[in-house]
């Protein structure tokens, strides 16, 4: 993401699109194909690097979307990606469990392919916004960040909430997979559906930033956030409060994040890529803490330590925002040409 989103900002992303949604084809066959574990982590590595489409997509829809609906329209992007990444571990489970592995990774690169071209015919052409060097491109990933404060201050809440939501999931695996319920791999996968409702409060959140109210929803999610850790504190024997908790985190979290990418986006018309590059890459690292502080805290103290420190992520959270509502986090105006192409 780092070093591939950026490119959407000076290249056509008609064509940019398609091909690394073919290259990722490509990847998604070999791996289907490889004979061997080696041959299969490179593979597996290609993919990794070139599954940045949804990435370039979002900033995308920003570009295309009026000012008066980009919210609603940033939102419907983000909560198709969500659709994908809840419905795709369910369905590659079955069928995985039905058909092999092998399987899942043949289909994964037909739809690929298909997507390649239906998107290659639905993107308009677009000129793009800025010309640099590659080298200039990436360096002003990091200029627009330290420019703008209200960025600065958006990428940390952005990042707090991958990271409780990351740790909340994680641990969850751990809770359904022992006692009292020992729940199998497939039983697991379903509780992500009922994360689905998140793609609802994705198209609703994108309406309450258009309609001025980007800042105080924030702070309503992540109230609605704490609310589902102290739920999900007394969910440890109960399936229906974990199913409650989770849909309560999945709103919250979902809401906030999208929220966040629709204020991002409002600071520049040149860097949307870039911006969505920095948010993606704060995501990132903070959903690779919150797993890695479930799996730390988990042999520690269970249940009970992970919805603590969820707890305590949320209250973080909170102050940062309250702090910030009035002053940081407020988008005041774009960023300047100059702003996001970095030095000239």
Known sequence: MLLLVPLGDVLDRRRFVPVMLLTSAAALLLCALAPSIGVLLLALGVLGVTTISGQVLTPLAGDLAGAAHRGRIVGAVGSGTLTGILASRTISGFVAGAAGWRTIFALAAVVAVLLAVLLYRAIPPLTPRTRMPYPQLIASVGAVIMRERA????????????????????????????????????????????????????????????????????????????????????????????????????????????????????????????????????????????????????????????????????CFALTVWALGRRGPLVIRFAVTDRAANGPQ
Not at 186 to 213: E, M, N, Y
Not at 215 to 232: D, I, R
């Open 151 to 314: 960025a600065r201050w958006t990428l940390v809440l952005a990042a707090t909430g991958f990271a409780t939501f990351s740790l909340f999931w994680t641990a969850l695996a751990f809770l359904l997979s022992g006692p009292p319920f020992r729940y199998p791999v497939a039983v697991i996968g379903l509780f992500g559906l009922a994360g689905l409702a998140g793609v609802l409060s994705g198209l609703h959140g994108g309406r309450l930033h258009d309609r001025g109210w980007s800042l105080p929803a924030t702070g309503a999610a992540w109230v609605l956030a704490l609310g589902a850790f102290v739920v999900a504190a007394f969910a440890g024997r109960s399936v229906v409060l974990i199913l409650i908790a989770i849909v309560m985190i999945d709103v919250a979290l979902q809401t906030q994040a999208l929220l966040n990418r629709a204020r991002l986006f409002a600071l520049s018309h040149e860097a949307r890529s870039r911006l969505n590059t920095a948010l993606a890459t704060g995501n990132f690292i903070g959903a690779a803490i919150g797993s890695a502080a479930a799996t730390t805290l988990w042999p520690a103290g269970g249940w009970t330590a992970v919805t603590i420190t969820g707890t305590a992520l949320c």
